[in-house]
T-cell receptor, first 113, second 116 residues
Framework: DGGITQSPKYLFRKEGQNVTLSCEQNLNHDAMYWYRQDPGQGLRLIYYSQIVNDFQKGDIAEGYSVSREKKESFPLTVTSAQKNPTAFYLC????????????FGSGTRLTVV | AQKVTQAQTEISVVEKEDVTLDCVYETRDTTYYLFWYKQPPSGELVFLIRRNSFDEQNEISGRYSWNFQKSTSSFNFTITASQVVDSAVYFCALSEVLGSNYKLTFGKGTLLTVNP
């Protein structure tokens, strides 16, 4: 079955360490997105990518970095510059045309101690 | 900038009650799409409905119904005869065009608890 895989589901890191969250899709979707969710804050866009080797900052990109070397993969790195990294991170993808067909992964809960 | 407001932070009902979740949006786009997603405790977002700005017909799907009113910029969601399995966070979202890409702007969500 096609879908988005985010791994791991739970991740713990020490403060000051960089950490990379994985997002893989086998839907052949062009666009991919990273959202951050905090309690009572809804989902906020971190980065998005329309095509391979191209990505754009979203609303809260500071302290994060991404790459898009392959169509099916869009990893997110949470750097030590991110002031408050503990959150739930959701990856999504969308087919190339129109606003149809957003698919979300099951998320990674990152806890920094 | 686009904005989605879900004024109800939390709602608690007893099973079999009807419940309406409110969503008000702001946009300058003439063409846009509105969405509702459900997020159960497991965390994934489950797509419920998409509505485009030219289609103001209300929609009913089983126990779910949606009322889209462009005049008041609202897209409300009603669950009839609620069940415990409906307990989740519900998000309203609005599409935004970013060049050749699209972005979803989400409301802050409404936590619905259905008690037995």
């Amino acid at each position: 079955d096609g879908g988005i895989t985010q791994s791991p589901k739970y991740l713990f890191r020490k403060e000051g360490q960089n950490v990379t969250l994985s997002c893989e899709q086998n839907l052949n979707h062009d666009a991919m997105y990273w959202y951050r969710q905090d309690p009572g804050q809804g989902l906020r866009l971190i980065y998005y990518s329309q095509i391979v080797n191209d990505f754009q900052k979203g609303d809260i990109a500071e302290g994060y970095s991404v790459s898009r070397e392959k169509k099916e993969s869009f990893p997110l790195t949470v750097t030590s510059a991110q002031k408050n990294p503990t959150a739930f991170y959701l990856c999504a993808s969308r087919a190339g045309t129109g606003v149809f067909g957003y698919t979300f992964g099951s998320g990674t809960r990152l806890t920094v101690v | 900038a686009q904005k989605v407001t879900q004024a109800q932070t939390e709602i608690s009902v007893v099973e079999k009650e009807d419940v309406t979740l409110d969503c008000v949006y702001e946009t300058r786009d003439t063409t846009y799409y509105l969405f509702w997603y459900k997020q159960p405790p497991s965390g994934e977002l489950v797509f419920l409905i998409r509505r485009n700005s030219f289609d103001e017909q209300n929609e009913i799907s089983g126990r779910y119904s949606w009322n889209f009113q462009k005049s008041t910029s609202s897209f409300n969601f009603t669950i009839t005869a609620s069940q415990v399995v409906d307990s989740a966070v519900y998000f309203c979202a609005l599409s935004e065009v970013l060049g050749s890409n699209y972005k979803l702007t989400f409301g802050k969500g409404t936590l619905l608890t259905v008690n037995p």
